[in-house]
């Protein structure tokens, strides 16, 4: 069966901690630094656990500052 | 697979719409503003009309929507949008017209111009952003207020004695037959957003082919006015707006 791995990417210094990529992401892999925060003061969103990705972009769909890239592979 | 193996623009299958300016929003952390922007942005871009779209910003907290999305803007005085987008679309019927409006604009000192602007089907895409509160003046009570609900003109809740009823615009646009799609959406999930995407994209479309107004309400949220987290915000909307302010369909032509 192929295998979809994925990755995100987020823009540190424009994200606001508002932590709905991290409710959203089915996989739990987003989290907010919980003690580091940006140049605004926001503790921002980071891929904590990036074997778990798997693509989907439902974080970037719900971001509201447009910080997150998402990647695709599918292995066969 | 490495993860930087995988991060390369090969396999990118989201980034930022390039048309979004580098700026960053003056949005508080969570709002619904962000996503719709981001929303018209990728809507523009993949529908080729950057050069062709005129929006129509209101006052409200979108006021400086002109600063973060990068096409031709003019700025309406407060809830006169609809007027100024009709003349701008009787005057270049080649370009696309939208408003971008939140519920003080549109449904309140905006009524009169919102009514009669969709009463003569004029050909623009009305989006509609309804969190129920004045956001931007420090969340005082909006006519979209729902019963009972706190702000900071109805402490102890809006009372339907007192402040009368909450004010449901959308479903008294779907009566008129200026009207040719009127729907409502909200963004509080990927799912939501994605079917917003598809409903501003009909919006956009009907106004293109001259069909007549369009009115996208997408059902927001206010994290700041409604004193909640951005995700308890989105958890609240789910719950109690979404009681009186339903979402989908209302007219589809």
């Known amino acids: 069966m192929p295998k979809v791995i994925g990755a995100v990417t987020v823009d540190a210094m424009r994200c606001k901690g508002c932590e709905l990529c991290v409710v959203a992401c089915p996989t739990h892999t987003l989290a907010l630094k919980s003690n580091d925060v940006n140049d605004r003061g926001y503790h921002y969103a980071y891929a904590a656990d990036m074997a778990t990705c798997i693509g989907c ?11 997150i890239e ?6 066969k | 697979m490495t993860p930087e193996e995988i991060i390369n623009p090969a396999n990118r299958v989201y980034a ?16 619904s503003h962000g996503v719709v922007h981001r929303i018209v942005a990728e809507l523009l871009e993949e529908m080729g009309l950057e050069n062709r779209a005129v929006g129509v910003a209101p006052v409200g907290c979108a006021v400086f929507a002109y600063n973060y999305i990068d096409v031709d803007w003019v700025e309406a005085a407060h809830g006169r949008a609809p007027a100024v987008a009709t003349a701008l679309s009787r005057l270049n019927p080649d370009n696309l017209v939208f408003t971008y409006q939140g519920d003080g604009d549109l449904a309140a000192i905006g009524t009169a111009e919102t009514i009669h602007a969709a009463n ?3 050909n623009i ?6 969190n129920a509160i004045y956001g931007m ?3 005082q009570m909006a006519p979209t207020t729902l019963l009972g609900q706190k702000t900071a003109t109805t402490p102890y809740g809006r009372r339907a004695d007192l402040n009368g009823y909450p ?9 008129l037959r200026g009207t040719c799609y009127v729907t409502r959406q909200a963004v509080h999930t990927a799912a939501a957003a994605r079917k917003t995407k598809a409903a501003i994209k009909k919006a956009f479309e009907n106004a ?22 951005p995700a308890q915000a989105n958890d609240w909307m789910a719950e109690h707006m979404t009681e009186h302010y339903p979402l989908g369909d209302l007219k589809n032509e």
């Not at chain 2, 930022?16 to 709002?31: D, K, Q, V």
């Not at chain 2, 895409?125 to 309804?130: G, H, L, Q, S």
């Open chain 2, 167 to 175: 004010l449901n615009i959308t479903d008294l646009l779907a009566q």
């Open chain 1, 70 to 75: 998402v990647y695709r592979v599918i292995e």
């Open chain 2, 16 to 31: 930022r719409p390039r048309l979004l300016t580098e700026a960053n929003t003056h949005y508080c952390p969570g709002c």
């Open chain 2, 137 to 139: 003046t420090g969340g």
């Open chain 2, 125 to 130: 895409a009305i989006i509609f952003i309804n």
């Open chain 2, 208 to 229: 293109l082919a001259g069909k007549g107004t369009s009115v996208v309400e997408v059902v927001g949220t206010c994290s700041s006015g409604w004193k909640m987290t």
């Open chain 1, 57 to 67: 972009a439902a974080c970037a769909t719900v971001c509201p500052d447009a910080c």
């Open chain 2, 120 to 122: 003569r089907g004029e």
